[in-house]
């Protein structure tokens, strides 16, 4: 039997975002203090696993969420930036108040022709193939042992269905992608041969926030502050 790695795919914790903006890629978006809290919760976790290898997006709140694992560990992540989240048109919008839907701003509307590509954002086998590489070389990085890669809702759900050979389209209340869960491709040699997911900080996400109270069929992280 060939050697079993795991490659952990860690999404971050909670964001400090008080205004509801769909954050995406920019820049200065943090980890809340419950999303401190988060991170914690997965270095007391897993941080006596056989982890080796950590990579993260190069965004705030992916980095400060593998740092106390990085530490716990000993381990200096290495930032890929192929495992950013992906882009969205509507990036930098706020829908914090309920009231600034897509429904009520028809500029918008040109972006939602298209829920299988998606038509908003960055193709899903564009974000697939990225992320994919990305855990191969995270498995190559840690033959035998374990390694985490940091990322985001969207790339790791996607991902999942990737590796799974599901459809992309979905509704982004139905992503299995908790703050802070963990989406584990075990390896047996180069073979992926399962996936598995667990919630090591599912009790820390506050009572009816464990779905996205935005979204445009799978728009963006960003969903959740």
Known sequence: MAEQTIVHLLRHG??????????????????????????????????????????????????????????????????DPRVIESTNAFEGLSFGDGAMTI???????RHLYNPFTPSWGEPYDEIAGRMVAAIHDARDAARGHEAVVVSHQL???????????????????????????????????????Q???????????????RSAPFSAGGASEGERP
């Open 155 to 193: 790339p790791i759900w996607t991902t999942r269905l990737f590796l799974e050979k599901r459809s992309y389209l979905h509704h982004p209340k139905n992503r299995q992608c908790t703050l802070c869960s963990l989406t584990s491709v075990v390896f047996d040699g180069d073979r992926m041969v």
């Open 103 to 109: 429904i009520k701003r028809p500029r918008l509307w």
């Open 195 to 209: 996936v598995r997911y667990s919630e090591p900080a599912g009790d820390l996400i506050p009572v009816g926030d």
């Open 14 to 79: 909670e964001v400090h975002n008080p205004e509801g903006v769909l954050y995406g890629r920019r820049d200065g978006f943090h980890l809340s203090a419950l999303g401190h809290q988060m991170a914690q919760r997965i270095a007391e976790t897993i941080g006596e696993r056989d982890i080796v290898h950590i990579r993260t997006s190069p965004l705030e709140r992916a980095q400060e969420t593998g740092a106390p694992l990085a530490q716990a560990r000993g381990l200096t992540p290495v930032v």
